[in-house]
């Protein structure tokens, strides 16, 4: 039984370049969430998607970021152009749009240099 | 707006030893309450979970949590931690909707055990 899954584990990237970063949620799950979890700030909400509709972007930090969920087994998280600020572990989770518990990836931990 | 706080930065204790991980928790109706475990360089894993019944809920690894509404606190405990319990622990708070939505985390209690 497949979890969450996420690519890449590891991204480095220099500043100003586009980084991409990929969900594939639990199978059957139809709410997805970013995350992103720093020393500083902790583990914030950056969106979530019930049935691949965005419901609450209200955490995403700037324009640079974007996210996508084109079908129901697929998400992107996008920064374009990144900065070292955006060094962090991005998490995604997955749910039931039915219930509230939330099944989280291993994560992507980005370092911008 | 909802809140949690967890008052342990960092925890150490001795292996075999009891444990009990604060969390407090500010919410205007009745919550849905969660306890996730993350080890290094891991993602977060659900330990336990309330809503409703049972003030004392069970949870994998030995876990338990109980609910006191009076105090709005949903404390861990484990009554003999092993080392494989080093980790960090985060409580978390939503609304009991049916549905999914946000989840508000606390800052998190770093547990380390000594042998």
């Known amino acids: 039984d497949a979890g969450v899954i996420q690519s890449p584990r590891h991204e480095v990237t220099e500043m100003g370049q586009e980084v991409t970063l990929r969900c594939k949620p639990i199978?059957?799950?139809?709410?997805l969430f970013w995350y992103r979890q720093t020393m500083m700030r902790g583990l914030e909400l950056l969106i979530y998607f019930n049935n691949n509709v965005p419901i609450d972007d209200s955490g995403m930090p700037e324009d640079r970021f974007s996210a996508k969920m084109p079908n129901a087994s697929f998400s992107t998280l996008k920064i374009q152009p990144s900065e070292p600020r955006d060094s962090a572990v991005y998490f995604c989770?997955?749910?039931?749009?039915?219930?509230?518990?939330?099944?989280f990836g291993p994560g992507t931990r980005l370092l911008v240099l | 707006a909802q809140s949690v706080t967890q008052p342990d930065i960092h925890i150490t204790v001795s292996e075999g030893a009891s444990l009990e991980l604060r969390c407090n928790y500010s919410y205007g109706a009745t919550p849905y309450l969660f306890w996730y475990v993350q080890s290094p360089g891991q993602g977060l894993q659900l330990l336990l979970k309330y809503f409703s019944g049972d003030t004392l809920v069970q949870g994998i690894k030995g876990f338990e949590a109980e609910f006191k509404r009076s105090q709005s606190s949903f404390n861990l405990r484990k009554p003999s931690v092993h080392w494989s319990d080093a980790a960090e622990y985060f409580c978390?708070?939503?609304?009991?909707?049916?549905?999914?939505?946000?989840?508000?985390f606390g800052t998190g209690t770093r547990l380390q055990v000594t042998l």
């Open positions: 199978s059957g799950h139809n709410s």
């Open positions: 989770a997955s749910s039931l749009s039915s219930e509230e518990t939330q099944y």
């Open positions: 978390a708070v939503g609304p009991l909707t049916g549905t999914a939505s946000k989840l508000t």
